[in-house]
């Protein structure tokens, strides 16, 4: 059995961007942020914040890995025999 089906569009949307205004800016509703430079400033310092926290996280990440390299550890005989 074959089915044969006939389509017709009737209507093609387009997707219009919003222009960035402060308008724009204040209909997203973003605490203490009214207009285009203010949110900007808002991207800017959480993503300094954000970099400045990955950043300290891949420090203190890369000390890590580091100390066993430069660590000496003495463990007696005793404590080796206790383990088998």
Same mark, same amino acid.
């Given at each position: 059995m074959v089915y044969k089906y006939?389509?017709?569009? @009737?209507e093609v949307y387009k997707r219009i961007l919003p222009e960035f205004?402060? @308008?724009?800016v204040k /209909?997203?509703?973003i605490e203490n942020v009214e207009t285009t430079e203010q949110l900007k400033e808002k991207f800017r310092? @959480?993503? $300094?914040e954000i970099y400045d926290r990955e950043l300290a996280e891949s420090?203190? +990440?890369q !000390? !890590? +890995?580091?100390i066993p390299e430069i660590t000496e =550890?003495? =463990? /007696? @005989? $005793?404590? =080796?025999r206790k383990g088998c």
């Open positions: 006939i389509l017709e569009v @009737e205004t402060d @308008e724009f /209909s997203l509703a310092t @959480e993503g $300094k420090y203190r +990440a !000390i !890590i +890995a580091q =550890i003495e =463990i /007696s @005989e $005793k404590t =080796i």
